[in-house]
């Protein structure tokens, strides 16, 4: 019995070493995993954007069966929430859920043009995640 009570009294802990190495350890494990959610994070942005999109436009899809022609460039995208001058018919309560035209995941407006600049009867466009326009970041419902 001794020998045992000897055994656990003698134990000292971990060295400064041994808990800086655990420690560094640790760091290096966030660091990898920070990389990795970040990439993930900025990838569901440009996911998010696109599926935007694709919801405005088929929102414009049936302002245009209601109408017969899309919204011009001037009257925007808020004419899916505000009955714009000239509309035939308006859905009550607009095209869009929620009564209002939706910002990309980088707080910036979509653009829209009609018709589009591709031949298409219309284009809608986010900057990106930079905010400029024309760079390479930019996403188009051309795309």
Do not use: C
């Not at 420690?23 to 990838?43: D, E, H, P």
């Not at 309560?93 to 043009?113: A, C, F, M, N």
């Amino acid at each position: 019995m001794r020998g045992l009570l000897k055994r656990f009294t003698n134990n000292r802990g971990m060295t400064l070493i041994e808990i800086m190495v655990v420690v560094a350890i640790i760091g290096l494990v966030m660091a990898m995993v920070t990389v990795n959610v970040m990439s993930r994070f900025a990838k569901a942005k440009v996911d998010t954007a696109r599926t935007q999109a694709k919801a405005l436009e088929q929102s414009l899809e049936q302002y245009y069966l209601d109408n017969g022609s899309y919204p011009s460039t001037e009257q925007g995208l808020s004419a899916l929430v505000e009955a714009p001058g000239g509309a035939k018919r308006f859905q009550p309560g607009g095209y869009l859920k929620g009564g209002k035209v939706p910002k990309d995941p980088w707080g910036h407006e979509y653009d829209y043009i009609s018709p589009g600049a591709t031949g298409q009867p219309f284009e809608i466009s986010s900057k990106g995640p930079d905010g400029q326009e024309g760079t390479d970041d930019d996403i188009k419902s051309t795309d």
